[in-house]
């Protein structure tokens, strides 16, 4: 006796030795498998994952994210003394070695499982042999010396696996059935408690009804085992086996993908609300159908105070080669249109040079060798601040902007770390008004939010991880005023713009909550023709709102440096000689003059009491200088003068010929220079009609004024300098302009209807 208990003493210690033995020389570890990048929804659903190098699936989760349900249903259904036991059962080894001697094979392996994850992770002792269930044993050992029970555990809901190319049960539980496991009802927890033994063959999708018979009898032993009650079981085993298609999730995917580009993480949560993602996707997909093949479209929803991206389309079809669907418009450098000129005006509130009823020109103006066009199809004449915004007029905004400095506008963005891309080369000029630099969909929603923040933009948040940042555009009152400007129903306050060429249609909403940004093109930059903000992106915008549901909201509370004042045209102060009254919003009590011309700021205006000097004998206006036989006197007129270059929009009572006495023609004989005679245009009058039968063709001409002469067809220029011009008009109803060098304006409005 004594020498078999030597023996058995020495047969333990050489065990021992051996196992320390293997111990030091290949120590054990739990280092896991290359993660799949998973990109979250804010609900924790998966927008998009990235398979590892192999190309399997395994979504990252700890232990405590998992539903204890499940872990109830893995531990009675794998090993039920997990708990307790060194790492291998004695019991379930013997009963598994007793069945390989009656039966001359391996009928179970008694495994454990910590045995299975030291089978999952060292993957050379999955063999069914005697020698490498001996090395998962050792192994397993050595894991319950060096690791807890959670951790082991932890091992192996994130590498079982479970059908497919599909490892750990958040995979498998997104996968089949949309969310994660965290949300399992028990009769799911038991399916994929049983799934990982014979993953092909219990495959729910596959074989569905192989899956729920292993399912109910492991839900029937987990009664037996007391770890459920009858009436559990009862409710559990009334549920279907309903799992959905295994195919990858793929929402947001490029927003997913720039996000995994970025980030070292495995897991990546974002703000994005999946119910609006899937439904924004879907509107785009459709909007577009109907405009081009080739034709793409981005979208964003922001919220104003905080950032958060609720959803983001950056193309139109991810899958669709036609459409560039792998090019990211959200990114993409593109020409802004008309969508800055909300923030010209409202730099120039800031800037104490307008309020929101002066008085613009849409006129044909020159800037310079700057001579833009209206794109709305003709000339306005005089209209306030408000309306040139809400109409989205060309020229009064490049009027605004000169007084204001395209530099200022240009630093603005530059301080608030929103990039404008200007040419190699260029320095910020008038152009910008009109789309003439570059800019990104999100960095013109992220200033958009401005107007809904009081006058701090807000930085975009793709995911958790990103931190809030503000950035002050505009002063709080001026960016009320602009939106208060801008706002139609439900108080959303709506801008659109369109790049020239028709490459860029641009539609902006911003909304109590959330500032919506939308835009539609093809990404080569080839033109859409006939496709512009108004009419192709604020259908899309619109229904993109619509979703958020009752989350316009009121315009906020009137801030108190804004007020309502009375003024009056031309002046554009408050004066007891007025032609037109109106009442306007005005910052810190600034009520600044009208602008007679471009490029004159200081006193740019014609005060109600002018000093003129005349003729004594006609009464007619002498320059000082003009010696005259009836002699010159100066007398004083109490009126109001409109800026010349209006003249021909205004009523006959508010010309100047009607209020200041003409030139009088005498001063030319006494050495004074020459006085250009008016500029007149002849070949077509207003509201003439004109028939076009294939032979019509309008011969126009001008007289007096000085050369080169600029000729606007409906707010277009045209390529002619000439006194004249001949020319086929196209049918519709028409504006004609002809101005000269020196700013003298003529306008006809003339018909042209098809022959019947």
């Given at each position: 006796?004594?020498?078999?208990?030597?023996?058995?003493?020495?047969?333990?210690?050489?065990?021992?030795?051996?196992?320390?033995?293997?111990?030091?020389?290949?120590?054990?570890?739990?280092?896991?498998?290359?993660?799949?990048?998973?990109?979250?929804?804010?609900?924790?659903?998966?927008?998009?994952?990235?398979?590892?190098?192999?190309?399997?699936?395994?979504?990252?989760?700890?232990?405590?994210?998992?539903?204890?349900?499940?872990?109830?249903?893995?531990?009675?259904?794998?090993?039920?003394?997990?708990?307790?036991?060194?790492?291998?059962?004695?019991?379930?080894?013997?009963?598994?070695?007793?069945?390989?001697?009656?039966?001359?094979?391996?009928?179970?392996?008694?495994?454990?499982?910590?045995?299975?994850?030291?089978?999952?992770?060292?993957?050379?002792?999955?063999?069914?042999?005697?020698?490498?269930?001996?090395?998962?044993?050792?192994?397993?050992?050595?894991?319950?010396?060096?690791?807890?029970?959670?951790?082991?555990?932890?091992?192996?809901?994130?590498?079982?696996?479970?059908?497919?190319?599909?490892?750990?049960?958040?995979?498998?539980?997104?996968?089949?059935?949309?969310?994660?496991?965290?949300?399992?009802?028990?009769?799911?927890?038991?399916?994929?408690?049983?799934?990982?033994?014979?993953?092909?063959?219990?495959?729910?999708?596959?074989?569905?009804?192989?899956?729920?018979?292993?399912?109910?009898?492991?839900?029937?032993?987990?009664?037996?085992?007391?770890?459920?009650?009858?009436?559990?079981?009862?409710?559990?085993?009334?549920?279907?086996?309903?799992?959905?298609?295994?195919?990858?999730?793929?929402?947001?995917?490029?927003?997913?993908?720039?996000?995994?580009?970025?980030?070292?993480?495995?897991?990546?949560?974002?703000?994005?609300?999946?119910?609006?993602?899937?439904?924004?996707?879907?509107?785009?997909?459709?909007?577009?159908?109907?405009?081009?093949?080739?034709?793409?479209?981005?979208?964003?929803?922001?919220?104003?105070?905080?950032?958060?991206?609720?959803?983001?389309?950056?193309?139109?079809?991810?899958?669709?080669?036609?459409?560039?669907?792998?090019?990211?418009?959200?990114?993409?450098?593109?020409?802004?249109?008309?969508?800055?000129?909300?923030?010209?005006?409202?730099?120039?509130?800031?800037?104490?040079?307008?309020?929101?009823?002066?008085?613009?020109?849409?006129?044909?103006?020159?800037?310079?060798?700057?001579?833009?066009?209206?794109?709305?199809?003709?000339?306005?004449?005089?209209?306030?601040?408000?309306?040139?915004?809400?109409?989205?007029?060309?020229?009064?905004?490049?009027?605004?902007?000169?007084?204001?400095?395209?530099?200022?506008?240009?630093?603005?963005?530059?301080?608030?770390?929103?990039?404008?891309?200007?040419?190699?080369?260029?320095?910020?000029?008038?152009?910008?008004?009109?789309?003439?630099?570059?800019?990104?969909?999100?960095?013109?929603?992220?200033?958009?939010?401005?107007?809904?923040?009081?006058?701090?933009?807000?930085?975009?948040?793709?995911?958790?991880?990103?931190?809030?940042?503000?950035?002050?555009?505009?002063?709080?009152?001026?960016?009320?005023?602009?939106?208060?400007?801008?706002?139609?129903?439900?108080?959303?306050?709506?801008?659109?713009?369109?790049?020239?060429?028709?490459?860029?249609?641009?539609?902006?909403?911003?909304?109590?909550?959330?500032?919506?940004?939308?835009?539609?093109?093809?990404?080569?930059?080839?033109?859409?023709?006939?496709?512009?903000?108004?009419?192709?992106?604020?259908?899309?915008?619109?229904?993109?709102?619509?979703?958020?549901?009752?989350?316009?909201?009121?315009?906020?509370?009137?801030?108190?440096?804004?007020?309502?004042?009375?003024?009056?045209?031309?002046?554009?102060?408050?004066?007891?000689?007025?032609?037109?009254?109106?009442?306007?919003?005005?910052?810190?009590?600034?009520?600044?003059?009208?602008?007679?011309?471009?490029?004159?700021?200081?006193?740019?205006?014609?005060s109600p009491s002018v000093d003129l000097t005349l003729s004594q004998d006609l009464g007619l206006r002498v320059p000082v200088t003009c010696n005259l036989p009836s002699g010159i006197g100066t007398y004083t007129f109490?009126?109001?003068?409109?800026?010349?270059?209006?003249?021909?929009?205004?009523?006959?009572?508010?010309?100047?010929?009607?209020?200041?006495?003409?030139?009088?023609?005498?001063?030319?004989?006494?050495?004074?220079?020459?006085?250009?005679?008016?500029?007149?245009?002849?070949?077509?009058?207003?509201?003439?009609?004109?028939?076009?039968?294939?032979?019509?063709?309008?011969?126009?001409?001008?007289?007096?004024?000085?050369?080169?002469?600029?000729?606007?067809?409906?707010?277009?220029?045209?390529?002619?300098?000439?006194?004249?011009?001949?020319?086929?008009?196209?049918?519709?109803?028409?504006?004609?302009?002809?101005?000269?060098?020196?700013?003298?304006?003529?306008?006809?409005?003339?018909?042209?209807?098809?022959?019947?």
């Amino acid at each position: 006796m004594t020498r078999l208990l030597q023996y058995g003493l020495g047969g333990v210690i050489f065990l021992l030795s051996l196992i320390l033995c293997l111990d030091y020389f290949w120590p054990v570890d739990l280092a896991s498998r290359d993660q799949s990048r998973v990109v979250l929804a804010e609900d924790g659903s998966v927008l998009r994952a990235f398979a590892d190098r192999q190309g399997v699936w395994r979504y990252p989760v700890s232990l405590n994210a998992v539903s204890s349900n499940y872990i109830e249903a893995l531990v009675g259904y794998e090993d039920q003394y997990f708990f307790q036991h060194p790492g291998v059962n004695p019991i379930a080894l013997m009963r598994a070695g007793w069945q390989w001697l009656r039966n001359g094979e391996i009928v179970s392996g008694g495994s454990t499982l910590t045995m299975q994850v030291a089978r999952i992770r060292y993957p050379q002792y999955a063999k069914r042999s005697i020698s490498a269930k001996l090395m998962q044993i050792l192994r397993a050992l050595q894991l319950e010396a060096h690791y807890s029970k959670s951790d082991i555990l932890n091992y192996y809901v994130n590498h079982a696996p479970f059908g497919g190319t599909l490892e750990g049960v958040q995979t498998a539980s997104m996968n089949y059935f949309g969310y994660g496991a965290e949300s399992l009802t028990d009769a799911q927890a038991a399916l994929l408690a049983i799934l990982p033994q014979a993953p092909s063959f219990y495959r729910p999708d596959r074989h569905p009804e192989r899956a729920l018979q292993a399912r109910n009898k492991l839900m029937q032993r987990l009664v037996e085992q007391g770890v459920w009650n009858a009436a559990r079981f009862d409710d559990a085993i009334i549920e279907r086996v309903s799992v959905l298609p295994l195919e990858h999730a793929m929402h947001a995917p490029l927003l997913a993908r720039r996000l995994a580009n970025l980030s070292h993480s495995n897991k990546i949560e974002t703000y994005i609300n999946p119910r609006w993602q899937r439904a924004v996707e879907g509107l785009v997909k459709r909007h577009v159908s109907g405009i081009g093949r080739h034709v793409s479209a981005a979208t964003l929803v922001v919220e104003n105070t905080t950032g958060k991206v609720k959803a983001y389309v950056g193309s139109a079809d991810f899958s669709s080669t036609e459409r560039f669907g792998f090019v990211d418009m959200n990114q993409a450098i593109r020409s802004p249109g008309s969508t800055l000129k909300p923030f010209i005006y409202g730099l120039a509130l800031d800037d104490g040079l307008i309020h929101s009823e002066s008085l613009l020109m849409d006129v044909p103006l020159s800037f310079g060798d700057y001579r833009p066009e209206n794109f709305n199809g003709g000339f306005r004449g005089p209209v306030a601040v408000s309306d040139a915004l809400r109409s989205s007029l060309n020229m009064p905004a490049v009027q605004v902007l000169e007084q204001l400095g395209a530099a200022r506008l240009y630093l603005a963005f530059s301080e608030a770390d929103l990039p404008m891309f200007l040419p190699d080369g260029a320095r910020p000029n008038l152009s910008i008004a009109l789309g003439g630099v570059g800019m990104r969909l999100e960095d013109i929603v992220s200033a958009y939010t401005a107007f809904g923040n009081q006058g701090k933009r807000q930085s975009l948040r793709y995911q958790v991880s990103d931190p809030s940042q503000t950035k002050t555009m505009l002063s709080e009152g001026a960016a009320w005023i602009i939106r208060n400007v801008m706002k139609g129903d439900q108080n959303m306050a709506i801008k659109t713009g369109t790049s020239y060429g028709y490459r860029d249609a641009w539609a902006i909403a911003v909304t109590g909550q959330y500032t919506v940004g939308v835009w539609i093109g093809r990404p080569d930059n080839l033109p859409v023709t006939g496709h512009y903000g108004r009419v192709t992106a604020v259908p899309l915008l619109r229904q993109v709102t619509r979703l958020l549901g009752g989350s316009s909201g009121m315009l906020e509370a009137k801030p108190i440096s804004v007020t309502q004042k009375d003024i009056c045209w031309p002046q554009g102060f408050a004066s007891d000689i007025c032609d037109e009254h109106r009442s306007a919003w005005v910052l810190d009590n600034t009520m600044p003059i009208t602008w007679y011309s471009t490029r004159q700021k200081e006193q740019a205006f014609v005060s109600p009491s002018v000093d003129l000097t005349l003729s004594q004998d006609l009464g007619l206006r002498v320059p000082v200088t003009c010696n005259l036989p009836s002699g010159i006197g100066t007398y004083t007129f109490n009126t109001s003068v409109w800026p010349a270059p209006l003249e021909p929009w205004l009523a006959a009572g508010f010309r100047r010929e009607s209020r200041i006495p003409a030139l009088d023609p005498r001063c030319q004989l006494n050495g004074e220079p020459p006085l250009q005679a008016g500029l007149s245009l002849q070949g077509v009058e207003s509201g003439q009609r004109f028939t076009q039968d294939g032979k019509l063709s309008l011969k126009l001409s001008v007289s007096g004024g000085e050369g080169p002469f600029f000729w606007y067809l409906d707010g277009v220029l045209q390529p002619i300098s000439d006194r004249s011009w001949h020319f086929v008009p196209p049918l519709g109803s028409h504006q004609l302009v002809v101005a000269d060098r020196k700013g003298q304006v003529e306008s006809r409005y003339f018909d042209v209807q098809a022959s019947h």
